[in-house]
């Protein structure tokens, strides 16, 4: 019981850290603008700084809708291990912070955690996006389809290096469908 009590208390402790952290303005610079309905809709994960969650992810696709209220819902799918590993499924919710721009959002992944959620790259086109948070701890390289051009992607890279994010620890998710 003990360590239970500690426990939650840590984890309190390190949330409230994150929400702080969370209402700072970004320090890295997102895209001009984006229009959310071409936004919106599924975008299969190409490659990342993965979170705990996501170390043996393949197949993630993240699709985002937006509620009644305006707010954004992720849901976000994934298997570990290999494509017929078990099937993960979170739902997370986020709200746009910036509603003249539309690419500063803060994701609630669980309660109370509200995390910086930063589009920091996008295509003309949107076939690829960016995602990026207020450090350099986790980027999420995402495109239409599941695969990327090898221009694209070492685009991308390039610009992410060009951030201060270390690329060599940026991994290639699986897509095998």
Do not use: C
Not at 107 to 118: E, K
Request: proline share 6%; hydrophobic share 45%.
């Amino acid at each position: 019981m003990k360590r239970v009590l500690i426990a939650i208390l840590v984890l309190l402790a390190a949330s409230s850290s994150l929400f702080a952290q969370s209402r700072k303005p970004p320090f890295q610079k997102v895209v001009e603008r984006m229009d959310m309905e071409k936004f919106l809709g599924p975008w299969y994960v190409i490659a990342l700084l993965p979170s705990v969650f996501e170390k043996k992810a393949t197949n993630g696709i993240e699709t985002y809708s937006l509620d009644a209220k305006g707010n954004i819902r992720v849901e976000y799918i994934f298997y570990k291990g290999s494509p017929t590993g078990k099937k993960t499924v979170m739902h997370q919710k986020g709200w746009i912070m910036d509603k003249a721009t539309n690419t500063e959002w803060e994701i609630q992944p669980i309660w109370p955690l509200r995390l910086p959620y930063l589009i920091i790259d996008l295509a003309d086109d949107y076939r690829y996006t960016v995602i990026g948070t207020n450090n350099f701890k986790y980027v999420w390289i995402m495109a239409r389809k599941p695969v990327l051009s090898e221009e694209d992607f070492q685009g991308i890279l390039s610009r992410l290096e060009a951030r201060g994010y270390k690329i060599e620890d940026i991994k290639v998710m699986p897509q095998v469908w």
